[in-house]
């Protein structure tokens, strides 16, 4: 099973999301965070990993290293139940296939 990348639309704090393990427990110190200025810290010590990028919609480079870094930690899901309102015809549920997610926030910068 791959691991998951969850849109965390909640608050600042909570970063853009979180990727984690569906096999394992659902604790902060088995999820990655992913953050990006002014959309959580950078040195989140309760997670058990942190990417924090800067001026991600201003910048098309910082998507690729979120990308890569996905890659990196096997995600090939993402979960992103707003952007499933607006692409029900590539998304099951507010479930995209990481390359068709990537194509679409790309289209953003």
Do not use: A
């Not at 990727?19 to 989140?44: A, K, R």
């Not at 707003?82 to 099951?92: A, F, K, N, Q, V």
């Amino acid at each position: 099973m791959s691991n998951v990348f969850s849109i965390d639309y909640r608050s600042p704090p909570s970063g853009m999301g979180q990727i984690f393990d569906p096999t394992q427990p659902n604790t902060p110190e088995n999820m990655i965070l992913v953050s990006y200025d002014g959309n959580g810290s950078p040195n989140h010590p309760q997670y058990g990993g942190q990417i924090h990028l800067k001026d991600i919609w201003e910048n098309p480079e910082q998507i690729e290293i979120l990308h890569q870094f996905l890659i990196t930690n096997e995600v090939h899901i993402v979960r992103d139940t707003e952007l499933g309102y607006d692409r029900p015809d590539i998304s099951m549920n507010g479930i995209f296939d990481l390359e068709d997610w990537i194509k679409i926030i790309k289209s953003y910068c």
